[in-house]
Each structure stands twice: as structure tokens, then as C-alpha cells.
């Protein structure tokens, strides 16, 4: 399992980066997005998850770790307020420079 964890993570951070680098501003935000995904499976993979563990504490002592579910939950708000910011961004420089390019310069020049 975790090497299908690592594997995935890895194939969303190779992919991110190079959607982020690519030209086009759509490409840099669906690449910020596939990091975005790629750390927060990450945080959430870093818990350790266990089966029928309860999430509060029992006689038994074993418990669910809380801390890398607020982590992802936390990183997903941050995300999603990131990306919006990003597509307001790459919108207003489409309407002030009229392409989509990262550097603002036409295809032909």
C-alpha cells in the first residue's frame, strides 16, 4: 500500500511540475492544482491510517491520529482559495493583455 501511496504522489508531483512550467496560464493552474492534491495526499498518508480505530480516545488506548486529517482539511481551504485566486489572476491578465501566455507575449514574437 504504500508503495501504490508513493507512487501516486509521485506521478501528481511530476505531473503538477510540468504543467507548471508549460506557457499557458491554464496549464500553470491545473498544475498548481495536481501539487496542491499531491501534498495533501501526502500529509494525509503521513498519519498512518488504521481500520476500526475510534477517533476519540478508549479504554483500549489506540485512537485514530487527528492531526494530518486538520492538516489536509486546512491545505484543501488554503488550496481552493489559492486556485481561485490563480483563475482571477490568469482571467484579468487574458482581458488586460488579450493571450494567455505566462509571459505575455503573442505566439509570433
Same mark, same amino acid.
Given at each position: 500500500? +504504500?508503495?501504490?501511496?508513493?507512487?501516486?504522489?509521485? %506521478? &501528481?508531483? !511530476?505531473?503538477?511540475?510540468?504543467?507548471?512550467?508549460?506557457?499557458?496560464?491554464?496549464?500553470?493552474? =491545473?498544475?498548481?492544482?495536481? &501539487?496542491?492534491?499531491?501534498?495533501?495526499?501526502?500529509?494525509?498518508?503521513? !498519519?498512518?491510517?488504521?481500520?476500526?480505530?475510534?477517533? =476519540?480516545?478508549?479504554?483500549?488506548?489506540?485512537?485514530?491520529?487527528?492531526?494530518?486529517?486538520? =492538516?489536509?482539511?486546512?491545505?484543501? %481551504?488554503?488550496?481552493? !482559495?489559492?486556485?481561485?485566486?490563480?483563475?482571477? =489572476?490568469?482571467?484579468?491578465?487574458?482581458? +488586460? &493583455? !488579450?493571450? #494567455?501566455?505566462? #509571459?505575455?507575449? #503573442? #505566439?509570433?514574437?
Amino acid at each position: 500500500m +504504500e508503495a501504490l501511496a508513493a507512487l501516486v504522489i509521485a %506521478v &501528481l508531483v !511530476g505531473c503538477g511540475t510540468y504543467l507548471v512550467l508549460r506557457a499557458r496560464t491554464f496549464s500553470v493552474v =491545473l498544475g498548481l492544482s495536481l &501539487l496542491s492534491y499531491a501534498v495533501n495526499l501526502f500529509l494525509f498518508f503521513s !498519519g498512518r491510517l488504521m481500520t476500526g480505530a475510534p477517533p =476519540l480516545a478508549t479504554s483500549s488506548g489506540v485512537t485514530a491520529d487527528p492531526l494530518p486529517q486538520a =492538516l489536509v482539511l486546512t491545505a484543501i %481551504v488554503i488550496g481552493f !482559495g489559492m486556485t481561485a485566486f490563480v483563475v482571477i =489572476l490568469a482571467l484579468r491578465a487574458i482581458g +488586460e &493583455l !488579450g493571450n #494567455d501566455h505566462v #509571459d505575455g507575449k #503573442d #505566439d509570433n514574437s
